[in-house]
């Protein structure tokens, strides 16, 4: 499939293309899909890390449609990765919903990366929602020894069913995102309340919910917490366009 000009600056960026291959497919927690695709040598060439993403392109009426999707329990000897699909209304969605074994579909790589973790590290403070949690899985996956405080945003009353791969030093809540011109205040008064007893130079806080949550609770952390960019790791998985 033709990537169009989204694809043609990428790879000039020097972004590195892949064919995934589906192997298998299944339904998690009532609103996510998660696809098995073998990585057409994708993680021999590009290492695994955490909250390591691809972007993968789609056919959207003829056009190309690209979305990014974090890389899920890698495995670099066997050559094959999950992805995860929320299920709603989207070209992303309907292809996976669709995919049967032996199905492909173009994958790209670039931008992706995750610095190593300051020391020391007291807690992990991570936030997120069904678009991130993949992402969130993998951290504590890699700190599976670390305390960590998770907050997780709900959209609907089902995501509390998606797994989250807590242990016992984990701490996980959800809350509801809201509707209207209160949607997402929830989210960043409970954050904020929660890091209350954070201690700036020894914690690390990772945040991935929609763009304007993200955005107000990295400035309480630079300006009002001072916490150093260097234990600060955000990105916005998602804008809400209501």
Known sequence: MQHGWQGAVIKALRGRDFTLEVLSAQDVGGRCRRVRVRD?????????????WVRLWFSDGGRPHQRAFTVVDPD????????????????????????????????????????????PVRR?????DPASLPAVNSVL???????????????????????VRARACHDVTWVPRGE??????????????????????ADWFWLGCEAASTRALVRHLRRELGVP???????G?????A
Do not use: I, N, Q
Request: charge should be negative; aromatic fraction near 6%.
């Open 229 to 235: 960019k260097e234990r600060v790791s955000a990105l």
């Open 237 to 241: 998985y998602w804008r809400d366009e």
């Open 180 to 201: 209207g011109a209160a949607a997402g205040g929830a989210l960043v008064d409970r954050v904020r309340s929660g890091w209350a007893d954070a201690d700036a130079r």
């Open 40 to 52: 057409g040598g994708l993680l021999a060439a590009c290492p695994p890390h955490p909250t390591m």
């Open 141 to 163: 996956d890699a700190h599976a020894g670390t305390p960590a405080t998770v907050v997780l945003e709900e959209g609907h009353p089902d995501d509390r069913a998606l797994p």
């Open 124 to 128: 992990l403070h991570l936030v997120g």
């Open 76 to 119: 670099p000897a066997a050559g094959s990765f999950d992805l995860e699909f929320a299920l709603h209304d989207g070209v992303a969605a309907a292809w996976s919903l669709a995919a049967r074994p032996g199905d492909r579909l173009d994958a790209t790589v670039y931008g992706t990366r995750f610095d190593p973790l300051p020391e």
